[in-house]
């Protein structure tokens, strides 16, 4: 137990050196990216649905990253991770903001694999991933982005509230407001109101 | 559905989503992001910092620069959560920018492209060098201009200016504005476009969607010092009276070099003559005016159409019969004003310009119409020109002989 611990310790103050060495070291930089890569790119297939989408805005973030890391000031490997989530969440907003049309597109990617989904099974079940995706995709930009870091990344109140710079008693209760939403839209898209 | 919050945790920890990455794209996405880590190890110089030193030289600006440079930071943070704002960083010295030298070359449909050099500052307006040496400032209410072979300039002096139109027309300062909204509103759009070698330098390039009140736009912003290098928005929007399309690109921009002031007042040993321009408010009275003006120079006749071509057509016509040469911006050739029959021509020209305003600031709401072209002056019962003012429940209509009724929109004519 001890042991797993101090192994544990240990992991973290490495990290937190190459967070250091990053800004400065190209192979450090590479060895987050190796650790952050996956993460980044499941986060923006939560939230864009498309594996295709997903690689074009992983790439504009880490780039990003690349272009920011000399001036980037935090000294641990949490403090990286908030940033690069920050970052992931703006580019995968930014994407769906960029216009109406684009989210037409993408509600429409997640519209017909619904339909085929859901031919023969019951429509009181739980919703698949996308009616799930639809639902969430009628939230906010920035509600969205809560509910892929709690639910689909299991990231901690703590760190949503850091990585979006909100308090976290506010964070639980727009968490709230946005669960009885989410119910709503769920409602409406087993509707067919969608 | 789900009950609560853990029951929503399981729903999504049973579904199966294909999230897993190619390893096609995390390979060449490693390569290509060290490749930019290695480009912004080369000693950079920033926008901010570029604009810092240059504003720091004046005394009198340190404390403006220092609110400037807080504002953008906070600007730069609010928006992109203290990470690295690639489109803020782009605009950002050209939002900041107290003054600017540029080339603007504009292209109009079949015509060949003209470029001018121009210089911009906040304080003090614009000066364009003409591709035939004549020099245009616009400061302070006033158009001047410069024909410095033979020293001699030309001082269009605004009078009545309205309170809320005293601001002279400056592409430069409309360009930041749109820049400003674009960055301000959260539906517009702003897209990256990616890499490309522009003037001889690799550049990021940047488009802003078309809005109400411009046509889109695409910046190029140097990929190393991450400063403008080049411009281009088109034009075309102006409507049915300017009837201009083509493009305006802005290239060689240098943000906040010193202009020294007199750059933009007539230089000492011109022979300056001074004009003055009514710009009070257009109305209804000025359209007739012109009209009038019109068909007193042409046998009785309207204009064809009511736009700036018929305009300049016209102007050309008054010009031949006064035996005047017409506007040269070329250095060398007498200026037309410093003929004695310009004195003439010039009301003529601005009565009509008049005119042209008070059609070219209706809303499409109005739904104006001119169908004057075989109509003679004097033919009462034939309408020339019909618009609806603004919350009104009738239309105006003007007739053959310059008459005005105010008419049901059933009883237009067809």
Redesign the interface.
């Known amino acids: 137990m001890v042991g797993a611990m101090a192994k544990q310790v240990n992991r973290l103050e490495v990290n937190d050196e190459l967070v250091r060495a990053a800004r400065t070291d190209a192979e450090a930089l590479g060895r987050l990216y190796e650790l952050y890569y996956e993460r980044i790119f499941r986060f923006c297939v939560y939230r864009l649905f498309s594996k295709d989408i997903a690689e074009d805005v992983t790439s504009t973030i880490f780039l990003e990253v690349a272009r920011g890391i000399r001036r980037f000031d935090g000294r641990t490997e949490r403090d990286f991770g908030n940033w690069l989530y920050a970052i992931a969440a703006n580019q995968a907003n930014a994407f769906i903001r960029k216009s109406s049309r684009r989210k037409k597109l993408l509600e429409n990617a997640a519209g017909p694999i619904t339909k085929s989904a859901n031919e023969g099974t019951n429509p009181s079940s739980e919703p698949d991933w996308p009616r799930l995706y639809q639902a969430i995709l009628k939230l906010k930009p920035q509600h969205q982005t809560i509910v892929t870091l709690r639910f689909f990344e299991n990231v901690s109140y703590e760190q949503i509230s850091q990585i979006l710079n909100v308090k976290e008693a506010t964070l639980r209760v727009t968490l709230h407001r946005i669960l009885n939403q989410l119910q709503n839209h769920l409602t409406s898209v087993f509707d067919g109101e969608s | 559905?789900?009950k609560?919050?853990s029951d929503?945790?399981k729903?999504?920890g049973?579904?199966?989503?294909?999230?897993a990455?190619?390893s096609e794209?995390?390979e060449s996405?490693?390569e290509?992001?060290?490749s930019?880590?290695?480009k912004?190890?080369q000693k950079r110089i920033t926008p901010l910092s570029v604009f810092r030193r240059t504003l720091m030289k004046s005394r009198i600006t340190k404390l403006a620069a220092a609110a400037v440079i807080l504002v953008a930071v906070l600007i730069g943070i609010l928006q992109?959560?203290?990470?690295?704002p690639?489109f803020a960083e782009v605009i950002q010295p050209l939002l900041t920018a107290r003054t600017a030298v540029y080339k603007l070359t504009v292209q109009s449909a079949g015509k060949p492209p003209e470029t001018s050099e121009w210089m911009y500052k906040v304080e003090s307006g614009t000066r364009e060098v003409r591709p035939g040496g004549v020099i245009r400032i616009l400061h302070h209410g006033q158009e001047i201009m410069l024909w410095p072979t033979g020293k001699k300039g030309l001082i269009l002096k605004r009078i009545n200016i309205p309170e809320e139109k005293d601001r002279q027309t400056n592409w430069f300062h409309e360009i930041k504005e749109r820049i400003r909204q674009a960055q301000e509103a959260?539906?517009e759009?702003?897209?990256?476009l990616g890499k490309q070698e522009i003037d001889g330098v690799m550049a990021f390039v940047y488009r802003i969607?078309e809005n109400s009140k411009m046509t889109d736009m695409t910046v190029w912003a140097d990929t190393e010092t991450l400063l403008p290098v080049r411009i281009e928005h088109s034009i075309g929007s102006a409507g049915r009276v300017m009837n201009i399309e083509g493009t305006i690109t802005y290239s060689d921009i240098i943000i906040n070099a010193e202009l020294d002031e007199s750059l933009f007042a007539v230089p000492e040993g011109y022979d300056a003559r001074t004009i003055e321009i009514d710009s009070s408010k257009v109305s209804e009275d000025d359209l007739i005016h012109t009209l009038h003006l019109w068909a007193d120079n042409t046998d009785g006749e309207f204009p064809l159409e009511l736009n700036i071509k018929a305009a300049g057509e016209f102007f050309q016509r008054i010009r031949e019969k006064m035996g005047l040469k017409g506007l040269t911006f070329k250095e060398g050739e007498t200026p037309e004003f410093a003929e004695p029959k310009f004195s003439e021509f010039f009301p003529i020209r601005q009565r009509i310009i008049r005119g042209l305003g008070f059609i070219s600031k209706l809303p499409p709401e109005s739904d104006w119409h001119y169908v004057g072209k075989d109509v003679k002056f004097g033919e009462a019962e034939k309408p020339i020109f019909w618009y609806k003012p603004e919350g009104s429940p009738t239309y105006r209509v003007l007739y053959g002989d310059l008459s005005i009724k105010n008419v049901k929109p059933e009883n237009l004519p067809q």
């Open positions: 559905m789900f609560d919050e929503l945790e729903i999504v049973r579904l199966n989503i294909d999230a990455p190619n794209h995390r996405l490693r290509q992001m060290l930019v880590f290695d912004t190890s992109f959560g203290g990470s690295t690639a959260e539906e759009s702003v897209e990256f969607g």
